[in-house]
DNA sequence: AAGAAAACCTAATGCCAGTAGGGAAGTCAA
DNA sequence: TTGACTTCCCTACTGGCATTAGGTTTTCTT
């Protein structure tokens, strides 16, 4: 039974040849991924990669599944606390989103942009974020059942406000400054501001 | 003096390779685009090309710019007309923008992501967006004079917090409905309300 | 130690961006 | 009209890429 040392080791450089790719296109782009790069770092010839890899596209697929598996895992101790203050919660939750994304520039991008050409996430690796989505209705719900939001906040369109504020504070702050720190990035920081407006905006009604 | 008449020509070839090259990367996406593509639908080989433009980052910065300009026109009519009702004219222009960036998806990537590895628009194709971003401070300087907004809108931060919410409305269609009509945009639809919740975010104190 | 499976290789195909250098055609001055 | 000059477009080429085909070495199991 120990088939699986070799198992092992083939999901060792599975790893190893993702984290190479994410270093290549930090430097070359995300667009500007190349196998023969990825290769040559990972001290292999081009064709051994696709022993790992059917194609560039699978590799871009196992990095926005990778991305859409960490930017939930970042979410997860918060979605955990939603019972007790919602709206503290959330603008923690998304400070910590938008961290995450500017420590994981590639993955981001992959995430909030479209930037290779016919690169399509397949079902599989699209489906957590789905269940993302969910997670953040619901933390919209919550906050709703607490008195803190008006009941529209947690319908498809309040949803898709919420989601179109926070992209925006990332997006801007992936095209302008990619490689800022957290705390200085000049959008990352309105991150709460954000938040504080989609709450003011979908204020409960006085005396209800 | 009929020496501009092989200007003209010249021109009118390069404006034939621009339009062919947002054809293609219609298609292909912004990264795909291929100079020998391009050559082949215009009917000329590719080296040809290189008498019109010296490299393709060289049409990148052309179509940046063309970018540039096209949506700084959109909304040279409105910003004329300031001087009436602030609030209502930068919801119009609001308006107006994202029906041009939906109907100019290549061009829109261009402006809002980063879409091509390597490529950074030279300052004088750049330029012209700083002048946008004056245009838009000053559209909110008139409704804060107006009473319409608090002065703080109107700061850096202010100014950075509308852009992040504007492009993040274009950046959700352009990733999630690239191809969808404005009017049924699932984001687009929402630049109205987006643009309310920064106006209430923003409202002038009561008796001031 | 033998044999199977996995991992890696070389060689090749058909793309691409960009360069070098040459020939045809338009333009201008006389 | 002729000759010189410029512009345009071409073929040929270089070096890079993703991917496939098919063979060789390494590794693990029995």
Same mark, same amino acid.
């Given at each position: 039974?120990?088939?699986?040392?070799?198992?092992?080791?083939?999901?060792?450089?599975?790893?190893?040849?993702?984290?190479?790719?994410?270093?290549?296109?930090?430097?070359?782009?995300?667009?500007?991924?190349?196998?023969?790069?990825?290769?040559?770092?990972?001290?292999? #010839?081009?064709?051994?990669?696709?022993?790992?890899?059917?194609?560039?596209?699978?590799? *871009?697929?196992?990095?926005?599944?990778?991305?859409?598996?960490?930017?939930?895992?970042?979410?997860?101790? *918060?979605?955990?606390? /939603?019972?007790?203050?919602?709206?503290?919660?959330?603008?923690?939750?998304?400070?910590?989103?938008?961290?995450?994304?500017?420590?994981?520039?590639?993955?981001?991008?992959?995430?909030?942009?479209?930037?290779?050409?016919?690169?399509?996430?397949?079902?599989?690796?699209?489906?957590?974020?789905? #269940?993302?989505?969910?997670?953040?209705?619901?933390?919209?719900?919550?906050?709703?059942?607490?008195?803190?939001?008006?009941? !529209?906040?947690?319908?498809? !369109?309040?949803?898709?406000?919420?989601?179109?504020?926070?992209?925006?504070?990332?997006?801007?702050? /992936?095209?302008?400054?990619?490689?800022?720190?957290?705390?200085?990035?000049?959008?990352?920081?309105?991150?709460?501001?954000?938040?504080?407006?989609?709450?003011?905006? *979908?204020?409960? #009604?006085?005396?209800?």
């Amino acid at each position: 039974m120990r088939e699986d040392r070799r198992l092992r080791r083939r999901n060792e450089t599975v790893q190893e040849i993702l984290d190479t790719a994410i270093e290549v296109m930090a430097e070359d782009g995300v667009a500007g991924l190349s196998m023969a790069e990825v290769a040559r770092r990972v001290g292999v #010839r081009p064709p051994s990669l696709y022993q790992y890899f059917p194609s560039k596209m699978a590799i *871009y697929d196992a990095l926005f599944e990778r991305g859409v598996r960490e930017s939930a895992d970042v979410l997860e101790p *918060y979605s955990a606390r /939603l019972a007790e203050d919602p709206r503290a919660v959330i603008v923690a939750g998304q400070q910590a989103s938008v961290a995450w994304a500017m420590a994981n520039p590639v993955l981001a991008q992959l995430l909030y942009w479209r930037p290779v050409p016919n690169f399509e996430p397949t079902p599989q690796a699209y489906e957590p974020s789905v #269940r993302l989505l969910e997670v953040l209705r619901s933390a919209l719900q919550a906050a709703v059942h607490a008195g803190q939001l008006a009941a !529209e906040a947690a319908d498809d !369109e309040g949803v898709a406000l919420y989601t179109a504020l926070v992209s925006g504070v990332i997006s801007q702050q /992936l095209a302008n400054e990619p490689s800022a720190q957290v705390e200085e990035g000049r959008f990352a920081r309105l991150t709460g501001m954000a938040v504080d407006m989609f709450f003011r905006y *979908y204020a409960p #009604r006085e005396g209800e």
